[in-house]
C-alpha cells in the first residue's frame, strides 16, 4: 500500500468525504501526453478502481495561448488507448463565469484588489523569501472601486498587462506564494473553447482548488513542485467558504536520456528534431505506442516504479524490461533477415520446396502454427557468418555446423567474394537426417539461426531506433549548452529489411517478434505497397 493508499483508507474509516474517492487527472491541452503523464492517469484512475470511486477527465485550459483543440482530442485518444475511460469530462474553462463571480464575492470580503501595478513592480514588492514584501500602493482600494475596476477589466477596457486582480493575503508571508499571489490577467487572446468571450484569465492557483472543489474531486492528487502551492490552495477554498477537496502531492516521473518538458518537447517537434509527436522516438504517449509499446506494458511500468514522495530518475530500460516482458507473451513470432546474405545448400535439390512448421508464438499454444517454404537458397543475417571467427563465436563459420530454426542442421563449406572482397553467397551442405522433428533432430549444435526463403519474402523497411539523447540526463546542460546539444544524431537508422511473406499484416496482431532481433510493430504509414516496421526494442539488454 502505498502513501495516498494510506491515506485514502483512513478518509474511509473516518467516513471522511461521505467514504467516496473522486480524483481528477488534469492535463492542460498544450502538448501531447508523455509517460510522465501516464504515471498520474495510472494512479488517479488506479486509485477510482480500487476504491470504487470515480475519476474525472478535466482540461485545465486557462491559458489560451498555448492551448488547441488538437492537442484535447490527442488527450482523449491517449488515456483511451491506455485503457480508461473517465467519469466526467470538464475543462476549466466551463468555470470561468462561476470563478469570476466568486472573485468579485472575495473583493467584497476584502481579500482581492485590482492591482495597476506593472510585473517588475509586483516582482520587486514580493521581494526574496528571507525579508518582507512590500505592499503595493493599491492594496487598499476600497471595495466599490475595486469592483468597478475588476469589471471594466472583464468588459475589455484595458489592454494586456494593465492590472491584475491579486489575493490580498500575506506579503510578509515566508512562502512567496502567498504574498498576494495574481488571480487574473488581462490577455486579449482567442480561446480554444471560449473564442473571444473573455479577455480575462484566472491563474492555475486561483481556478485549480475551485475547480476540485466544483467537481467534488476528495483526492486532488499532484506532483512535488506544488507542495509550496498547497496553503494557497487551501486558503482560496476556505476564503470562498466551499468543499475543501485535499491536495497530496507525490514525485514526477524522470527518465534517463529522457526530457519530460512540454515546452521542450514541443521544440523537439517545431523545430523538426524529430518528424512529430508521436514520433517512435519521442516520449509521449502516441509515441510509445507508433514504437511498438503495449498499454499494458506501460501500466506495468508505472506498477513497478511506484509511487514516491522524493524526486528521483527512473532508469529507462526499466520501461524497456517492461516492453519485453509483455511482449514476450503477446508478440507473434516471425523471421526477419534485415542484413541479408545469400546462402546456397549445395546438396538440396533444385527447384524443390518443403513446407517448414513455425510455431507463431511458443508462450500461447492457441497461437497455432505457421508455414514457410524451405528451399536450396535462404537469406541469413550477413552478422550470423564469419570467416575468421573471434573465440567463442558460435554461429556459421567456414566448417562449421549450425541449425536453420525450424529446419536443418548446415555445414558451411565456403563463401563466394564479389570483386571488392565481400561475401556475396555462403556455400553449405545439409544434414538431411537432422529436419526438426525428426529422427536426429536431437542432434547438438552451438546455434541456431534465423532465415528466410530467397524464392518466398517480402521487403519491407525497417527503422531502427536508439535513445534520443547521448547523455543520462539530457536536461542537466553545461555552461552555454541546451538539452538539444545532446541529441543523438544516430537515433535512427533506415534499413530494407526482409521479412515472412505470409506474415499476417493486420491489426489484430500489432505485436511482432522478429526471431532473434527484437519487436517490432507496423507503423502507421505502413502501406501493403511499402511496408514500414518499427523496432520497439531489443530482444534483450
Ligand atoms: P509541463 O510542465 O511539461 O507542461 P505539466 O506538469 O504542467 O507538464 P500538465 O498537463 O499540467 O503538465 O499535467 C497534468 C497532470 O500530469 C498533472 O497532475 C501533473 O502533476 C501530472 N504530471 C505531469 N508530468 C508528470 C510526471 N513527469 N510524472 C508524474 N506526473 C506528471
Ligand atoms: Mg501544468
Not at 483508507?9 to 501526453?33: A, C, I, M
Not at 532465415?451 to 531506433?465: C, G, I, N
Request: charge should be negative; glycine fraction near 6%.
Amino acid at each position: 500500500m502505498n502513501f495516498i493508499e494510506q491515506i485514502i483508507e483512513e478518509d474511509l474509516q473516518n467516513g471522511k468525504n461521505d467514504s467516496k474517492v473522486h480524483t481528477r487527472f488534469p492535463p492542460e491541452p498544450n502538448g501531447y501526453l508523455h509517460i510522465g503523464h501516464a504515471k498520474a492517469i495510472c494512479l488517479n484512475f488506479g486509485l477510482a478502481k480500487k476504491y470504487n470511486g470515480k475519476c474525472n477527465l478535466r482540461f485545465d485550459d486557462t491559458n489560451p495561448v498555448k492551448e488547441d483543440v488538437e492537442y484535447v482530442d490527442s488527450i482523449r485518444e491517449d488515456i483511451q488507448w491506455l485503457g480508461f475511460q473517465w467519469d466526467g469530462e470538464y475543462f476549466a474553462s466551463d468555470y470561468f463565469e462561476q470563478l469570476y463571480q466568486w472573485a468579485e464575492e472575495l473583493i467584497r470580503k476584502e481579500l482581492a484588489y485590482v492591482d495597476d501595478s506593472t510585473q517588475e513592480e509586483i516582482s520587486l514588492q514580493r521581494g526574496i523569501p528571507t525579508k518582507p514584501g512590500i505592499e503595493s500602493p493599491y492594496r487598499n482600494r476600497g471595495v466599490e472601486e475595486n469592483l468597478d475596476v475588476f469589471r471594466r477589466m472583464r468588459a475589455g477596457e484595458f489592454p494586456d498587462g494593465a492590472k491584475v486582480l491579486r489575493a490580498k493575503i500575506d506579503m510578509a508571508s515566508p512562502n512567496m506564494h502567498m504574498r498576494d499571489p495574481i488571480m487574473y490577467r488581462i490577455l486579449h487572446a482567442e480561446h480554444h473553447r471560449m473564442g473571444n468571450k473573455w479577455c480575462i484569465y484566472p491563474m492555475y492557483d486561483y481556478a485549480h482548488g475551485e475547480s476540485d472543489s466544483i467537481e467534488g474531486i476528495t483526492h486532488s492528487i499532484c506532483t512535488l513542485e506544488f507542495e509550496v502551492h498547497r496553503p494557497l490552495y487551501n486558503w482560496f477554498v476556505e476564503a470562498l467558504e466551499i468543499r475543501h477537496p485535499q491536495q497530496i502531492e507525490f514525485a514526477r516521473l524522470n527518465l534517463s536520456y529522457t526530457i519530460m518538458s512540454k515546452r521542450k518537447l514541443t521544440r523537439l517537434v517545431q523545430e523538426k528534431y524529430v518528424m512529430a509527436w508521436d514520433d517512435p522516438r519521442m516520449p509521449t504517449i502516441s509515441g510509445l505506442r507508433r514504437r511498438g509499446y503495449s498499454p499494458q506494458s506501460i501500466r506495468n511500468f508505472a506498477e513497478t516504479i511506484g509511487v514516491a514522495k522524493r524526486d528521483n530518475i527512473i532508469d529507462v530500460s526499466l520501461l524497456e524490461f517492461c516492453v519485453r516482458e509483455d511482449l514476450n507473451k503477446v508478440a507473434r513470432r516471425t523471421m526477419a533477415v534485415l542484413d541479408p546474405v545469400k546462402l546456397v545448400i549445395d546438396n538440396y535439390p533444385d527447384n524443390q520446396y518443403e513446407e517448414i512448421d513455425a510455431v507463431n508464438n511458443p508462450e500461447d499454444p492457441e497461437a497455432g502454427t505457421r508455414k514457410i517454404s524451405f528451399g536450396k537458397e535462404v537469406w541469413i543475417e550477413r552478422a550470423d557468418f564469419m570467416e575468421d571467427p573471434p573465440e567463442k563465436f558460435f554461429r556459421l563459420t567456414i566448417g562449421g555446423e549450425v541449425r536453420l530454426k525450424y529446419a536443418y542442421i548446415i555445414r558451411c563449406e565456403s563463401v563466394v567474394k564479389d570483386e571488392n572482397g565481400a561475401i556475396q553467397e555462403i556455400h553449405c551442405q545439409y544434414l538431411p537426417e537432422t529436419k526438426s522433428g525428426g529422427a536426429e533432430s536431437g542432434r547438438k549444435v552451438k546455434a541456431t539461426i534465423h532465415w528466410l526463403p530467397v524464392s518466398d519474402m517480402k521487403k519491407a523497411e525497417v527503422r531502427l531506433f536508439d535513445r534520443l539523447f547521448n547523455v543520462p540526463d539530457p536536461d542537466e546542460a553545461e555552461e552555454g549548452q541546451t538539452f538539444l546539444d545532446h541529441i543523438n544524431p544516430d537515433s535512427m537508422q533506415i534499413v530494407e529489411g526482409y521479412i515472412e511473406s505470409s506474415l499476417n499484416l493486420d491489426n489484430k496482431a500489432p505485436y511482432y517478434q522478429f526471431e532473434r532481433t527484437g519487436y517490432f510493430c507496423i507503423d502507421k504509414d505502413s502501406t501493403p505497397e511499402h511496408l514500414i516496421f518499427n523496432k520497439t526494442v531489443s530482444l534483450k539488454q
